[in-house]
């Protein structure tokens, strides 16, 4: 009897069926991983376990057995016991999913075992915290949420998470806001958790390099269903790969070894889930789609040991393999015109040490210089904390320099007020890191984009519509997304709606601070092809920062890597990634997955 067992799952909500036939097992001790582009389905078969549906959503068929409980017959109150002690879950979103009016310690000493005296449970706490490499444990438990940079949320959700002691932990998306180092700390820590407790893993993720890292078995879901499951892992499985999607995915994934190359986006959107499916779902997307694909689903199909796909080409592979020709498009060139100059930058400010009126002076940008060209690709490069993100908000104004000087196209912006800044807000455009919280909820789309280009005196208002309809098209979302609300978007869609609301107003400099780190691989693929395609058409200058190297050898010309608010090392991207001199590049690039 396997530990976790979902046999042929049905979801609904509403007139929606965001899962529609799931069945997969996992054993105690193995990690089996759930790929797919936003809105497969992924995270809501993982809600529908834990029988946490969002409001109108139900389970309309199949069953979900837990250690041999059916667990759609479990009385809520059993099933409340369940929840973090048997199956625990990380969720995806930090941000939303911590107390905000609770420390940190008192949250995790929740979901401890009942009946532990307090020093006991201070000292659990403390060296959970301490496993999930949050430093100065004794001092951080008393922290609040929002003293916590994005990354320290989540490594304390996970240290939730592992507090109950769970025989199955679900991991939804549980590493996509920490940067490179951490991502492989933490998912190593889970790793070595799922197998010393011989616990089962249920890993969400949309990043081909982490499934094939940590899981035993990998299922592919598109559009509600499972199409394809086979082994992973190190040794090449995922390479066996046979659906046209996931080939597809993997094509879409950036690596070091094809820096250059276009990466291969995958062109349309999942089909929405209000329909009835007569034949593949994948039909109007798939390159290889013939005569039976529309009108008959196709069966699962097996391949091998462990590997079926539900595909009607499974009886004609070389039709697949055949088709695949990778392009190979170079980068544009940089200009010459310097768009940023940043001059021996800093920023610092005062921050609580955690003892009774304790302060200390934080150096977070400490003296850095370099240039940015038109048309030109500057990666900026660290792990969180190291003054990426304030120094770009300090190039933009949102954050006071200490020191140094910022000039934006021929003009030294440092130190002027935000009336006499307003006219170069035009040139200087950003996107968050953070998809959920950096648009209005309360505004459509449409509003949104509009919103910015009236405020800085963009086009008349009927080339405002023009040029969003445009930019709709180019980022890859349909038309009447102008008349959604940020809410009915996946986190990814969130992403490109930024990315079209800062090329609105026409910008000279875009800065990018993670932009693809909560995308899912294809979503990422187009948005750095986008970026790619922007710097060539229309000499856009990048500041890209990222922890993802990967991405950074397809887009940069060059790179700056930061550690401790400090540049250690700058250079052209391929001897950087070829030849890194500094110990802490050396340790960045080690770290890639
Ligand atoms: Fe493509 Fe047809 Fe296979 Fe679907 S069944 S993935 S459309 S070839």
């Given at each position: 009897m396997s530990l976790l067992n979902v046999e042929?799952?049905?979801?609904?909500?509403?007139?929606?069926?965001?899962?529609?036939?799931?069945?997969?097992?996992?054993?105690?001790g193995e990690t089996f991983a759930l790929l797919g582009e936003s809105g497969s389905g992924k995270s809501m078969t993982a809600l529908a376990i834990m029988r946490l549906l969002p409001p109108g959503g139900r389970i309309v068929a199949g069953a979900v057995s837990f250690d041999g409980k059916a667990l759609g017959e479990l009385p809520e109150s059993q099933m409340r016991g369940l929840r973090g002690r048997g199956i625990a879950m990380i969720f995806q979103e930090p941000q939303t999913s911590l107390n905000p009016v609770m420390s940190i310690g008192e949250q995790i000493a929740e979901a401890l075992p009942p009946g532990m005296p307090r020093d006991e449970q201070a000292r659990a706490v403390r060296g959970l915290l301490e496993e999930v490499g949050i430093p100065e444990p004794a001092a951080r438990m008393h922290s609040y949420p929002f003293e916590l940079?994005?990354?320290?949320?989540?490594?304390?959700?996970?240290?939730?998470a592992l507090a109950g002691q769970p025989r199955l932990l679900i991991a939804d998306e549980p590493t996509t806001a920490l940067d490179v180092t951490l991502q492989a700390q933490i998912l190593q820590l889970i790793k070595r958790l799922a197998r010393e407790r011989g616990?089962?893993?249920?890993?969400?993720?949309?990043?081909?390099?982490?499934?094939?890292?940590?899981?035993?078995?990998?299922?592919?879901?598109?559009?509600?269903?499972?199409?394809?499951?086979?082994?992973?892992?190190?040794?090449g499985g995922l390479e066996q790969a046979f659906h046209p999607y996931t080939r597809k995915l993997m094509q879409a994934v950036p690596s070091l070894q094809r820096a250059g190359e276009r990466l291969a986006a995958i062109p349309g959107r999942v089909p929405a889930l209000d329909q009835a499916f007569a034949g593949c779902r994948f039909t109007e997307r798939c390159p290889h789609a013939f005569a039976p694909c529309a009108g008959t689903a196709p069966e699962w199909t097996r391949l091998g040991e462990g590997h079926a796909v539900r595909c009607h080409l499974a009886a004609h592979p070389e039709i697949v393999r055949a088709g695949e020709a990778a392009q190979a498009l170079r980068m544009a060139g940089a200009g010459s015109e310097t768009v940023l100059a940043v001059r021996d930058l800093?920023?610092?400010?005062?921050?609580?040490?955690?003892q009774l009126f304790g302060k200390r002076r934080i150096h977070a940008v400490d003296g850095i210089s370099f240039e940015l060209n038109r048309g030109e690709t500057l990666a900026l490069v660290g792990e969180s904390g190291c003054g990426k993100t304030t120094a770009a908000k300090a190039i933009l104004g949102l954050t006071p320099a200490s020191g140094g000087e910022v000039e934006l196209d021929g003009k030294i912006v440092t130190g002027l007020s935000e009336r006499r800044f307003k006219?170069?807000?035009?040139?200087?455009?950003?996107?968050?890191?953070?998809p959920y919280s950096s648009l209005n909820p309360r505004m459509r789309v449409g509003d949104i984009l509009q919103?910015?280009?009236?405020?800085?005196?963009?086009?008349?208002?009927?080339?405002?519509?023009?040029?969003?309809?445009?930019?709709?098209?180019?980022?890859?979302?349909?038309?009447?997304?102008?008349?959604?609300?940020?809410?009915?978007?996946?986190?990814?869609?969130?992403?490109?709606?930024?990315?079209?609301?800062?090329?609105?107003?026409?910008?000279?400099?875009?800065?990018?601070?993670?932009?693809?780190?909560?995308?899912?691989?294809?979503?990422?693929?187009?948005?750095?092809?986008?970026?790619?395609?922007?710097?060539?058409?229309?000499?856009?200058?990048?500041?890209?920062?990222?922890?993802?190297?990967?991405?950074?050898?397809?887009?940069?010309?060059?790179?700056?890597?930061?550690?401790?608010?400090?540049?250690?090392?700058?250079?052209?991207?391929?001897?950087?990634?070829?030849?890194p001199q500094h110990p802490y590049t050396q340790s960045l690039l080690a770290s890639v997955l």
């Open positions: 042929n799952l049905g979801v609904r909500i509403g007139h929606v069926a965001p899962v529609d036939g799931v069945s997969f097992a996992i054993e105690a940079s994005g990354g320290q949320k989540q490594r304390v959700m996970i240290a939730q616990m089962g893993l249920l890993l969400i993720t949309h990043d081909l390099g982490v499934a094939r890292h940590m899981a035993d078995r990998v299922g592919i879901m598109y559009a509600g269903q499972l199409v394809e499951s086979l082994p992973a892992g190190r040794t800093r920023v610092s400010f005062t921050q609580r040490t955690g006219p170069y807000r035009r040139l200087a455009q950003i996107v968050f890191q953070d919103e910015g280009m009236a405020a800085l005196g963009v086009g008349g208002e009927a080339g405002r519509g023009q040029t969003i309809a445009a930019l709709l098209e180019k980022v890859g979302l349909a038309p009447d997304a102008l008349n959604r609300y940020p809410h009915e978007f996946s986190g990814g869609q969130r992403q490109l709606i930024a990315i079209a609301r800062a090329l609105a107003v026409r910008p000279k400099l875009l800065i990018c601070d993670e932009p693809t780190s909560a995308l899912d691989v294809s979503v990422q693929a187009q948005i750095l092809n986008l970026l790619a395609d922007l710097q060539r058409e229309e000499g856009l200058a990048l500041l890209f920062i990222t922890h993802n190297l990967a991405a950074v050898g397809y887009l940069a010309q060059r790179v700056a890597v930061m550690k401790a608010g400090r540049i250690v090392e700058t250079g052209a991207v391929h001897d950087i990634l070829a030849r």
